[in-house]
């Protein structure tokens, strides 16, 4: 594979910019370390020890946590500007000391059959194009999985999320997806519905269908030891559960009690597990999040599954020591198959809690059980871009945050935030204050409503994010060094980042607090809510009420906009091109659009925006590729500056000045 280099576990080795002596890797001076998948602490990594074990931690992680679900042991490496990854594969534990104990070494312990990737630079979107080109890439998908999403554990029966899909309809908040916890199995027996609470699933999905929602399902790994429960016996007859080192079959307690495990190493595992999810998509369910797969176990209290259990793994047997992180991986490919096979019409939708390096090929990452604290929204701004620039583009946290009691005004806040991330949803635990946006009354509901209408108007700036991504791996919610890795005030920029390449991004994480910091990177920058344009580099103090969060904007860089639709099944009457004028830098971007959904015909349009003097000049490119869009295009140019419009000769000093693209 081009630009990606294994390293000989013995003798010395210079790789492009990388010097190593068998799997140590010597460490230039200066040289600073990235990545590493899913993580609390900040950006920045020199200096510390990593580990990679997936574990489903106690409530209320906090930065002194290493570990969490998933494992991408993964490390981005910058050197004067220069980028190069290096990635330690191997499913099992493995522990990375990147120049804490020495200075000079990045060493690595794990077991033999470790294998060291080097991925080529010089910069960082190569080195992740070159490791996704390895792991595997982030799929298309649907357009729906772009709206609001509303989650809760849990919508007790049909009745409640009738009624909950009924309010965002009423209050006219944008919502695309409600979520089914574990409460709408029979005895959190996976795969089933309960008859009491959710007696007709069909008609509920298909009523919700009509109101332009989907439903999406919560499936956990452990399959309940009952004679009478079909998964169970197929299960345990086909010989697909995990077993003790005697041989028995091993089991432990989660939700519904007593489980047996999946050995998803075996692919006729995979295939069965996957054909499970009929269940779920004949009653015309949406997507499948699954859960606990870490795997979670109750006993000893959140604990994982004993290192010598095996996995039989169809003819080639490994204890769990040697798979554990790829656990959650390995269940996640077994839904997107399933879904995949059952609906090949449809891209799958599959979330998922645990994984290993690739997990991006199966499914998305929502970061598990975060707390409604402010401390976890500040966390989740670099915990996303440390995923991001570890190959998981497309990831989440829980909007609001799932432990403990919610405000309105961090619900504000944290929404604030949340429409910026790849996949926005709000979720919370069984006990806690409700937290859906219309929890907290006035005036946190209209500011949620704001927000979310301005994440229905991003929805083909997103996909067109989402497109690139899955083409090239280039993170969607990226940190500021990702595409400006020469300027190392970017590398401690933790609580900002940056939204395709266009959109900066700086939220409050404090209450009561209306300015902060804000670094702009080089380039001319536009105040989203004011059209101020200010140069970068800056540091800067933003006046960010709420309601108007720090967001900016490439100036003369178009961005193509939607109206604010309440879901994305709605047909917008137009597209808009805003172009935010002002310095003297063209820019320039892309729209990709296709059907939303399936694998039919796209097209890709470009905008460019050229400024000479007074005059801003506006062309857009004609439709590569065969898809058309139902609706037409215009262009907005918002900015103080005075400006000629190119076909009038006329002259106007623009506020917002609209006019017919295409
Ligand atoms: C786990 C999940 C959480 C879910 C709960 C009940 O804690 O992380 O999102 O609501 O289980 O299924």
């Given at each position: 594979m081009d630009g990606v280099v294994r390293v000989e576990r013995a003798g010395r080795q210079s790789i492009g910019d990388a010097e190593f002596d068998g799997f140590v890797k010597l460490r230039p001076e200066g040289e600073r370390y990235f990545a590493c998948g899913e993580r609390t602490a900040g950006l920045e990594k020199t200096g510390t020890r990593q580990v990679f074990w997936n574990v489903d931690p106690p409530a209320g992680h906090t930065a002194s946590f290493n570990n969490?679900?998933?494992?991408?042991?993964?490390?981005?490496?910058?050197?004067?500007?220069?980028?190069?990854?290096?990635?330690y594969d191997h499913p099992g534990r493995i522990e990375l000391d990147l120049a804490k104990a020495d200075p000079g070494r990045v060493t690595v312990e794990a077991s033999d059959d470790l294998k060291v990737y080097v991925l080529l630079g010089p910069t960082p979107a190569a080195v992740l194009e070159r490791y996704t080109a390895l792991t595997g890439r982030t799929p298309m998908p649907p357009l729906w999985a772009l709206g609001n999403q509303q989650s809760r554990w849990s919508y007790m029966d049909a009745d409640e999320v009738r009624s909950i899909a009924a309010e965002f309809r009423a209050?006219?908040?944008p919502c695309d997806v409600v979520y089914l916890d574990i409460d709408h199995m029979d005895g959190y027996r996976v795969f089933t519905w309960s008859d009491e609470r959710f007696p007709d699933p069909a008609g509920l999905i298909a009523s919700l269908r009509e109101d332009g929602f989907r439903v999406v399902t919560i499936t956990d790994p452990g399959v309940k030891v009952d004679e009478s429960y079909d998964v169970y016996v197929t299960g345990r007859d086909g010989g697909f559960f995990c077993l003790t080192a005697d041989g028995e079959e091993y089991q432990n307690v989660v939700w519904p009690g007593m489980c047996a495990f999946p050995d998803f190493t075996n692919p006729a595992v995979r295939e069965w597990w996957g054909a499970q999810h009929s269940v779920l998509t004949d009653a015309g369910v949406a997507g499948v999040w699954c859960d606990m797969n870490e795997p979670a176990m109750f006993v000893p209290r959140q604990s994982t599954m004993p290192e010598d259990v095996v996995h039989p793994g169809g003819g080639r047997a490994r204890t769990h020591a040697e798979v554990h992180n790829a656990y959650g991986s390995l269940m996640a490919e077994a839904a997107r198959g399933g879904l995949a096979r059952l609906r090949p019409d449809a891209r799958p939708f599959v979330i998922s809690r645990a994984g290993y390096a690739g997990l991006q090929q199966h499914a998305l990452q929502w970061t598990g059980d975060n707390s409604s604290w402010w401390e976890?929204?500040?966390?989740?701004?670099?915990?996303?871009?440390?995923?991001?620039?570890?190959?998981?583009?497309?990831?989440?946290?829980?909007?609001?945050?799932?432990?403990?009691?919610?405000?309105?005004?961090?619900?504000?806040?944290?929404?604030?935030?949340?429409?910026?991330?790849?996949?926005?949803?709000?979720?919370?635990?069984?006990?806690?204050?409700?937290?859906?946006?219309?929890?907290?009354?006035?005036?946190?509901?209209?500011?949620?409503?704001?927000?979310?209408?301005?994440?229905?108007?991003?929805?083909?700036?997103?996909?067109?994010a989402f497109e690139e991504c899955h083409r090239t791996g280039a993170p969607i919610l990226r940190p500021l060094l990702f595409d400006h890795p020469d300027d190392p005030v970017t590398y401690t920029a933790d609580d900002e980042f940056l939204l395709g390449s266009s959109i900066l991004v700086a939220p409050i994480t404090r209450p009561g607090i209306e300015h902060r910091y804000v670094y702009l990177p080089a380039g001319s920058w536009a105040h989203w809510w004011t059209g101020e344009v200010i140069e970068g580099p800056a540091h800067i103090l933003a006046h960010a009420p709420l309601g108007q969060p720090a967001v900016y904007v490439r100036s003369n860089t178009p961005l193509p906009l939607y109206p604010a639709l309440q879901h994305t099944g709605e047909v917008p009457d137009s597209l808009t091109w805003r172009v935010f004028v002002g310095g003297s830098a063209s820019g320039s971007s892309s729209l990709y659009e296709d059907a939303g959904d399936g694998y039919g015909p796209s097209c890709r349009r470009t905008a460019h925006v050229e400024r000479d003097g007074e005059l801003v000049r506006f062309t857009l490119s004609g439709r590569e590729g065969s898809y058309v869009p139902p609706y037409p295009s215009l262009v907005e140019f918002v900015g103080h500056e005075r400006v000629e419009v190119e076909e009038t000769g006329q002259a106007l000093v623009i506020e917002r000045f609209m006019k017919n693209a295409d």
């Amino acid at each position: 594979m081009d630009g990606v280099v294994r390293v000989e576990r013995a003798g010395r080795q210079s790789i492009g910019d990388a010097e190593f002596d068998g799997f140590v890797k010597l460490r230039p001076e200066g040289e600073r370390y990235f990545a590493c998948g899913e993580r609390t602490a900040g950006l920045e990594k020199t200096g510390t020890r990593q580990v990679f074990w997936n574990v489903d931690p106690p409530a209320g992680h906090t930065a002194s946590f290493n570990n969490l679900y998933t494992s991408i042991p993964f490390v981005l490496c910058l050197h004067e500007g220069r980028a190069h990854g290096v990635f330690y594969d191997h499913p099992g534990r493995i522990e990375l000391d990147l120049a804490k104990a020495d200075p000079g070494r990045v060493t690595v312990e794990a077991s033999d059959d470790l294998k060291v990737y080097v991925l080529l630079g010089p910069t960082p979107a190569a080195v992740l194009e070159r490791y996704t080109a390895l792991t595997g890439r982030t799929p298309m998908p649907p357009l729906w999985a772009l709206g609001n999403q509303q989650s809760r554990w849990s919508y007790m029966d049909a009745d409640e999320v009738r009624s909950i899909a009924a309010e965002f309809r009423a209050r006219s908040i944008p919502c695309d997806v409600v979520y089914l916890d574990i409460d709408h199995m029979d005895g959190y027996r996976v795969f089933t519905w309960s008859d009491e609470r959710f007696p007709d699933p069909a008609g509920l999905i298909a009523s919700l269908r009509e109101d332009g929602f989907r439903v999406v399902t919560i499936t956990d790994p452990g399959v309940k030891v009952d004679e009478s429960y079909d998964v169970y016996v197929t299960g345990r007859d086909g010989g697909f559960f995990c077993l003790t080192a005697d041989g028995e079959e091993y089991q432990n307690v989660v939700w519904p009690g007593m489980c047996a495990f999946p050995d998803f190493t075996n692919p006729a595992v995979r295939e069965w597990w996957g054909a499970q999810h009929s269940v779920l998509t004949d009653a015309g369910v949406a997507g499948v999040w699954c859960d606990m797969n870490e795997p979670a176990m109750f006993v000893p209290r959140q604990s994982t599954m004993p290192e010598d259990v095996v996995h039989p793994g169809g003819g080639r047997a490994r204890t769990h020591a040697e798979v554990h992180n790829a656990y959650g991986s390995l269940m996640a490919e077994a839904a997107r198959g399933g879904l995949a096979r059952l609906r090949p019409d449809a891209r799958p939708f599959v979330i998922s809690r645990a994984g290993y390096a690739g997990l991006q090929q199966h499914a998305l990452q929502w970061t598990g059980d975060n707390s409604s604290w402010w401390e976890h929204l500040w966390m989740s701004m670099p915990q996303l871009q440390n995923l991001g620039l570890s190959g998981i583009a497309w990831s989440g946290v829980d909007v609001g945050g799932f432990f403990g009691d919610c405000d309105g005004e961090l619900l504000a806040r944290w929404t604030e935030f949340g429409i910026f991330q790849p996949f926005c949803r709000n979720h919370s635990a069984m006990g806690t204050a409700r937290q859906e946006p219309w929890a907290f009354g006035e005036p946190w509901e209209s500011l949620c409503r704001a927000m979310l209408e301005l994440r229905m108007q991003l929805v083909p700036y997103l996909y067109t994010a989402f497109e690139e991504c899955h083409r090239t791996g280039a993170p969607i919610l990226r940190p500021l060094l990702f595409d400006h890795p020469d300027d190392p005030v970017t590398y401690t920029a933790d609580d900002e980042f940056l939204l395709g390449s266009s959109i900066l991004v700086a939220p409050i994480t404090r209450p009561g607090i209306e300015h902060r910091y804000v670094y702009l990177p080089a380039g001319s920058w536009a105040h989203w809510w004011t059209g101020e344009v200010i140069e970068g580099p800056a540091h800067i103090l933003a006046h960010a009420p709420l309601g108007q969060p720090a967001v900016y904007v490439r100036s003369n860089t178009p961005l193509p906009l939607y109206p604010a639709l309440q879901h994305t099944g709605e047909v917008p009457d137009s597209l808009t091109w805003r172009v935010f004028v002002g310095g003297s830098a063209s820019g320039s971007s892309s729209l990709y659009e296709d059907a939303g959904d399936g694998y039919g015909p796209s097209c890709r349009r470009t905008a460019h925006v050229e400024r000479d003097g007074e005059l801003v000049r506006f062309t857009l490119s004609g439709r590569e590729g065969s898809y058309v869009p139902p609706y037409p295009s215009l262009v907005e140019f918002v900015g103080h500056e005075r400006v000629e419009v190119e076909e009038t000769g006329q002259a106007l000093v623009i506020e917002r000045f609209m006019k017919n693209a295409d």
